[in-house]
């Protein structure tokens, strides 16, 4: 009998090929681990929730009686909510058409696209237009609606950092079948960076926003980790911002797409699918075609698009919630730069790990040295070495981490990513614990000469 | 100088190609109407809460309890929220890892999955597996998901009811460039129909499902209105209970995914995004792949997952909240199915103008037999003959409706789709206003001989 349509043998072959390692053989080990009650710690995912981050309480306030209005006429409401929550929830219920259960525009709310213009603004000096913004479940969400308008076919190409966030391969392998004779059409950059912690300078973005414009290419700022910055040297810039300070031609031509989302910051609202992209220098006739595209799948949820609006505008001095979500703001902030201290710090306390600070974003990338008989078990084994090195971790200790080779990474040079998300009291162990599996690790697959002086 | 990578003349062709006639010229023309300050009833697309409907307030409660865990532990949370509602928040948060703020498994939440299996249990009195059953960020999402895995290339098609929902037209597109001399993957129902209002029966269901037999068909079962139903004679019957009844070889045989959503029903809460499908007789491997390309985006939205569970597993007998959401329930598809009745009636009460009753769903599909003159008025102004009928129909009584070539009909035959949506005391002003549009249209651009005997 012939194979029916939904036989793995006759699927579309670009789905095939997606690989996804941020959620691939080592996250399905741990998963299954986990149901055999081994506690695992899951640090493959920016998912700060799911390590015990509690939830900012003014914006879940103003969440919550958005989706019940029916207390905002309740005479005991003020026991429970603020005022200020109130007026917020008030405020953006009133930018809706019917409240959270009513698809809005396929853009997201005219009101809260205002609201993240003047954040823009605020943030890069130049003014920014609503109609240039377009609200989306998530940030990765609007990645895959760009890099579908983007990419025509096969022989369509995108430039991405290596190592990069496989969401980007991913997508590319699942529009464009094959990578050889190519048309580049775009840049990625991930700034601060994912997998490896860097903060863009302004000469470095000026260096990258030149390159597109020579070669013709739209650049896509991946910005999810614009609030997460542990150092003061590197403060996070815009591509956008460094456009438009170069003025024309380049500030003119070169077409820009920079996304953001409510899952990162300190705010670590994952769950809640919100963000936004924003188009500098693209023809009204392309967003156009954007916003039709967008229409097939009706709305962004509405949650995450008021979640979206209250990030770009928090309670301001004087608000009756001011102080609290400056207090709670700023112990997530000062905890993950301890952390990011902690984890860089032990990491290079290992033998053979050496890795860099994390400057910004959620992620630590040490490379790890493996030795050559370590390498040569591996190939035994059927594993790429990163990957056996990481799943032998993962079954000595529940760290579940993500192999190198997820990101991309030099040839015969091998790292792993974890997040920096852990609790802070659970930091010190977590990195004995790692310590101890990588030492006694490196001890046995090390020959007498030792790895290092190789 | 070469056109740049984001300008409309290098885009990806089956982006341009995708049409999408829920928020098409019809839409765009109410959206600028509208600005200008004119009244606009907008029943182009299916969302209860933009025209009024309430939410239902038991799980507007739950949600909201969700998003504010904090409240759970406040001595006052009671003066708010009624004990169900409390111990169901606490239900749904012990399901997650980390609360609505973190990212859930990317099938969706292990527990509301199961919640979701019993429901399908109940319903269709043959076991669900929850590992066969994936929650989406509304039903769209999912049929985007395996339209992706289906269509290979642009020679792959899929049979579609015409009229049809033009989710399925413009996902198509953007999938596949082309559709002649295809290979047919699959065949696509809508039950209750979507723009029809049909519902299909036991002996029709039978029919289309040996016809996927025959033709080695998966088959797409779009199932979201089933809980709109507004007469006795035709119930809705799931295509997975008939199929399962047919036993082998058919039963055991034909592929089938069924979608589900929180946006219709009588919930309408289209605003947050929840949804599943579920899959039967689908292999493993597949599945698998299925998981793969989910886990790109990460994972559907966490609230609107509740929604999914608070739907499939409402208030029981006994419970705090039961008669209230019943009266709640009551209230809303009673009056839904009085709305169908004006309606209809209404329709029919017009000159050239042939409706059938909206069995079930949330449309009402009248055909409008347009004169010659008017068809040659169309083409003189450049539109399609029922995109004339509807801006006109738009620009005279602020009804926004959308015409039925967006849906597919016969040559030479014209509709509109209307949603039975509106308030119900804005009923009948809204029908007399239609009334007296037609029929002055109809006085104006018939002959003497009068179209009717024609």
Not at 187 to 212: D, R
Not at 301 to 330: C, H, T, W
Not at 390 to 395: D, H, N, V, Y
Request: hydrophobic share 40%; charged share 20%; proline share 7%.
């Amino acid at each position: 009998m012939s194979p029916k349509p939904l036989d793995y043998e006759t699927l579309n072959e670009n789905v095939k090929k997606v690989a996804y390692a941020v959620r691939g053989e080592l996250y399905l080990r741990a998963s299954e681990l986990q149901k055999e009650g081994k506690k695992i710690i899951f640090t493959n995912v920016g998912n700060p929730h799911a390590l015990g981050q509690k939830p900012l309480t003014f914006p879940r306030q103003v969440v919550a009686l958005c989706q019940a209005p029916f207390l905002l006429d309740d005479p005991n409401v003020g026991i429970l909510f603020p005022a200020d929550a109130i007026a917020r929830a008030k405020h953006y219920l009133s930018l809706t058409s019917g409240g959270l259960g009513a698809y809005s525009d396929s853009r997201g709310l005219p009101g809260i696209r205002k609201e993240v213009a003047e954040f823009i603004e605020r943030r890069d000096g130049y003014p920014s237009d609503p109609e240039l913004i377009y609200l989306t479940d998530g940030a990765s969400k609007g990645v895959m609606q760009i890099l579908n308008t983007l990419i025509r076919n096969e022989k369509d190409g995108i430039l991405v950092p290596v190592p990069q966030y496989p969401l980007y391969s991913a997508a590319i392998s699942l529009f464009a079948a094959r990578m050889k004779g190519i048309t580049v059409r775009a840049m990625v950059i991930i700034n601060p960076g994912n997998p490896t912690g860097q903060c863009l300078s302004e000469a470095n973005l000026n260096e990258l926003l030149k390159f597109c414009f020579q070669e013709n290419l739209v650049l896509l700022a991946d910005e999810v980790y614009q609030q997460n910055i542990y150092q003061d040297e590197r403060p996070f810039i815009s591509a956008r911002k460094i456009l438009l300070d170069m003025g024309p031609p380049i500030g003119k031509e070169v077409q820009l797409v920079s996304f953001h989302t409510v899952s990162k910051g300190y705010w670590g609202e994952c769950g809640q699918r919100g963000g936004y992209f924003e188009m500098t220098n693209i023809p009204a006739k392309t967003v156009d075609e954007i916003y039709k595209v967008a229409s097939v799948s009706l709305s962004p949820n509405v949650p995450g698009q008021i979640f979206m609006g209250l990030m770009v505008n928090p309670p301001k001095p004087g608000d009756i919630s001011y102080l609290r979500f400056v207090a709670e703001s700023k112990a997530i902030l000062e905890s993950l730069k301890r952390r990011a201290h902690i984890m860089t710090d032990g990491f290079n306390s290992c033998r053979n790990v050496v890795c860099n600070f994390t400057e910004g974003a959620m992620y630590s990338f040490p490379q790890i040295r493996l030795p050559p008989r370590a390498i040569e078990a591996a190939k035994s084994a059927g594993k790429a070495p990163d990957v056996f090195y990481c799943l032998k971790l993962l079954e000595a200790t529940g760290i579940s981490t993500v192999p190198g080779s997820g990101f991309g990474q030099k040839e015969g040079v091998f790292h792993l990513r974890t997040t920096i998300l852990p609790a802070e009291e659970d930091m010190p162990a977590i990195m004995t614990s790692f310590k101890k599996f990588n030492d006694e690790f490196m001890e046995q697959y090390e020959d007498y000469r030792g790895y290092s002086r190789m």
